[in-house]
C-alpha cells in the first residue's frame, strides 16, 4: 500500500512521521480553528465557502494563518493531488502552534498548518434508506455570546458531550437545543423540517454552525420551489413535522425518522429529503474546484 503524505510544518511527511508538538496549544487548549471539507470526483467542493469560514474563525480568535487564501486552495490540491484521491474528506487544521505551558497565546510564535486527505468512508447506503434515530439532550448548545458556534474552533467538547449523551441513550444523534430550549442543530449537522410543503431551519443567531451544505441546501430549496424559512422552533414542531431531516459535509443529507422516540409520520425518510439528497448530489458533481486536469467539472487550479 502507498504511504498517505500528510501537510505538516511547511512539506509533506509520511502519515506516521506526522507528529505535533505536546507543547502545541491545539493540543493544550484546544486553541486553534478547523474544516472538514469533500473531494467528490475530483473536485474539492465549495472550497472557497470554506476558506472562508476558516480565515474567519482564524480572525475572531486573533490566530493568524501564515498563508494567503490562494496559497492554502494550493496547498489543499496538492495534498489531494500528492495522495492521488478521487473521492476523499480533508481536515485543515491550523493550532495556535508550540508555546508554555500557560494558556497565553502569547507564548506560541508560530501557528502550525496541517492537510489531511484521505479516502472517504461513506455512511451505508442503508442508513440514508432506515434514516436515523435522534435524541435531543440535557446538554445545552454553546451561547453565542460565550463562544459563537460560527468558531469552527479544535475546542469541540460541547459537541462531544452530547454525542456522549446519544451514544447513552442509544441512538444515532443528539438534537441540541439552545439555553431557551428552542432547537439549534446536531452535534455536527444542521437540522431542516418540513411542514406543509415549506421547509425550515432555525436562524444560526439561535447557536448553530452556519453549514455550508445548509447554505447549499436553502439554495436548492428556493431554486425547487419550496417555500423555505428560517425560523426558530421548538422539539414540539420537531416531533410533528412531515419530514426532519439533517445536512453536513460528511452525512449529506440523511432523514430523521424517530425524535425522543417519536416516530416522524410513517417512519420513514420523506419525498422531500429524497429530492433534496438527490439534487444535492447532482451539484457536487458540478460545483468544485479540480485537482487533476483531466476533471471535467470544476474549475482547475
Ligand atoms: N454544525 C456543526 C457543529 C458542525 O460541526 C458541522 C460540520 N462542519 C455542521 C453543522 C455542518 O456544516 P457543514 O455543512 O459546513 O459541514
Same mark, same amino acid.
Given at each position: ?11 509533506? &511527511? ?11 496549544? $491545539?493540543?493544550? #487548549? ?49 495534498? &489531494?493531488?500528492? *495522495? ?14 508550540? $508555546? ?14 496541517? !492537510? ?14 432506515? $434514516? ?34 446519544? *451514544? ?14 428552542? !432547537? ?15 421547509? #425550515?431551519?432555525?436562524?444560526? #443567531? ?37 419530514? !426532519?431531516?439533517?445536512? $453536513?459535509?460528511?452525512?449529506? !443529507? ?48
Amino acid at each position: 500500500m502507498s504511504s498517505q503524505w500528510i501537510f505538516l510544518g511547511g512539506k509533506f &511527511v509520511k502519515k506516521e512521521e506526522a507528529v505535533v508538538s505536546v507543547y502545541d496549544h $491545539g493540543f493544550l #487548549y484546544g486553541d486553534g480553528v478547523f474544516e472538514g471539507i469533500r473531494v467528490y470526483s475530483g473536485n474539492v467542493f465549495k472550497l472557497d465557502e470554506h476558506l472562508q469560514r476558516l480565515f474567519e474563525s482564524a480572525q475572531s480568535i486573533m490566530l493568524s494563518i501564515p498563508y494567503e487564501k490562494e496559497e492554502l486552495e494550493q496547498i489543499i490540491v496538492d495534498t &489531494v493531488r500528492k *495522495n492521488k484521491l478521487d473521492s476523499a474528506y480533508i481536515r485543515v487544521v491550523i493550532s495556535r502552534g508550540r $508555546g508554555n505551558l500557560g494558556l497565553d497565546p502569547s507564548s506560541c510564535s508560530e501557528p502550525q498548518v496541517i !492537510v489531511i486527505a484521505e479516502a472517504l468512508a461513506l455512511f451505508p447506503k442503508e442508513l440514508y434508506q432506515r $434514516g436515523l434515530r435522534v435524541g435531543s439532550v440535557a446538554s445545552r448548545r454553546n451561547r453565542p455570546d460565550v463562544l459563537s458556534p460560527q468558531v469552527k474552533s479544535l475546542n469541540y467538547l460541547n459537541n462531544i458531550l452530547v454525542k456522549l449523551e446519544a *451514544n447513552q441513550a442509544g441512538v444515532d444523534e443528539a438534537l441540541m437545543l439552545n439555553d431557551q430550549g428552542y !432547537v439549534t442543530e446536531g452535534s455536527a449537522d444542521n437540522i431542516f423540517l418540513v411542514k406543509n410543503n415549506t421547509i #425550515y431551519t432555525p436562524p444560526v #443567531y439561535l447557536g448553530a454552525l452556519e453549514g455550508i451544505t445548509r447554505n447549499v441546501i436553502i439554495d436548492l430549496a428556493e431554486k425547487h420551489g419550496y417555500e423555505m424559512k428560517e425560523t426558530p422552533f421548538t422539539r414540539h414542531d420537531v416531533y410533528v413535522a412531515d419530514e !426532519v431531516f439533517l445536512t $453536513g459535509t460528511a452525512v449529506e !443529507v440523511i432523514a430523521v425518522v424517530e425524535v425522543d422516540g417519536r416516530k416522524i409520520q410513517d417512519g420513514k425518510p420523506g419525498k422531500v429529503t429524497n429530492h433534496l439528497l438527490s439534487e444535492f448530489r447532482k451539484v457536487v458533481r458540478t460545483d468544485g474546484v479540480a485537482c487533476y486536469e483531466s476533471s471535467s467539472t470544476g474549475k482547475a487550479i
